[in-house]
T-cell receptor
Framework: NAGVTQTPKFRILKIGQSMTLQCAQD?????MYWYRQDPGMGLKLIYYSVGAGITDKGEVPNGYNVSRSTTEDFPLRLELAAPSQTSVYFC?????????????FGEGSRLTVL | QKEVEQDPGPLSVPEGAIVSLNCTYS??????FMWYRQYSRKGPELLMYTYSSGNKEDGRFTAQVDKSSKYISLFIRDSQPSDSATYLC?????????????FGQGTILTVHP
């Protein structure tokens, strides 16, 4: 099992450009998430999905969009990139049951907006 | 006031030392408490978890939760250079908030030989 796979690992964007961060999981998890991690700020939830066709906003959704057409894939779309979106983006998945519901993270996508 | 506060460090200790990592929180609804470990250039991995108040031990690691004080801790005994990483506390409320975690800022730990 590959777990959670994110692409690309690194990307530099110019202000105003758009791009999509790809995320795929092979654990048949119902729940998927996008977090961003800024230095000294911990991880902040951007969007999450509880299943194919169902998405909802997290704490910091502005400037992003998501879709979930399959159980495996959960791409994150950045529209009109801004310097404030320079960050490390982590995709995660979980089974979604009761209890702790461990999150499994990808290795991250490092985005710089210049 | 942030919902979860964690001293970012950095924390540097010699091999074999006892390490104490701490977080405070303000949301009384939090019921599940976790510690994630993140190695450099990697995603976080779940290290320890507890439900409600109390202690939990796993090898060299002990997690403590004091809900009355809104305070959680992670202790690492006989620390090793391989423990060098960023440690993130995370917590969530009960009910259907699966995976919607609130993270602390993370503490950078270096254990030197």
């Amino acid at each position: 099992n590959a777990g959670v796979t994110q692409t690309p690992k690194f990307r530099i964007l110019k202000i105003g450009q758009s791009m999509t961060l790809q995320c795929a999981q092979d654990m048949n998890h119902n729940y998927m998430y996008w977090y961003r991690q800024d230095p000294g700020m911990g991880l902040k939830l951007i969007y999450y999905s509880v299943g194919a066709g169902i998405t909802d906003k997290g704490e910091v959704p502005n400037g992003y969009n998501v879709s979930r057409s399959t159980t495996e894939d959960f791409p994150l779309r950045l529209e009109l990139a801004a310097p404030s979106q320079t960050s490390v983006y982590f995709c995660a998945s979980s089974y979604g049951g009761t209890g702790i519901d461990e999150l499994f993270f990808g290795e991250g996508s490092r985005l710089t907006v210049l | 006031q942030k919902e979860v506060e964690q001293d970012p460090g950095p924390l540097s200790v010699p091999e074999g030392a006892i390490v104490s990592l701490n977080c405070t929180y303000s949301n009384s609804a939090f019921q599940y408490f976790m510690w994630y470990r993140q190695y450099s250039r990697k995603g976080p991995e779940l290290l320890m978890y507890t439900y409600s108040s109390g202690n939990k031990e796993d090898g060299r690691f002990t997690a403590q939760v004091d809900k009355s004080s809104k305070y959680i801790s992670l202790f690492i005994r006989d620390s090793q250079p391989s423990d060098s990483a960023t440690y993130l506390c995370a917590m969530r409320a009960g009910g259907t908030s699966y995976g919607k975690l609130t993270f602390g800022q993370g503490t950078i730990l270096t254990v030197h030989p």
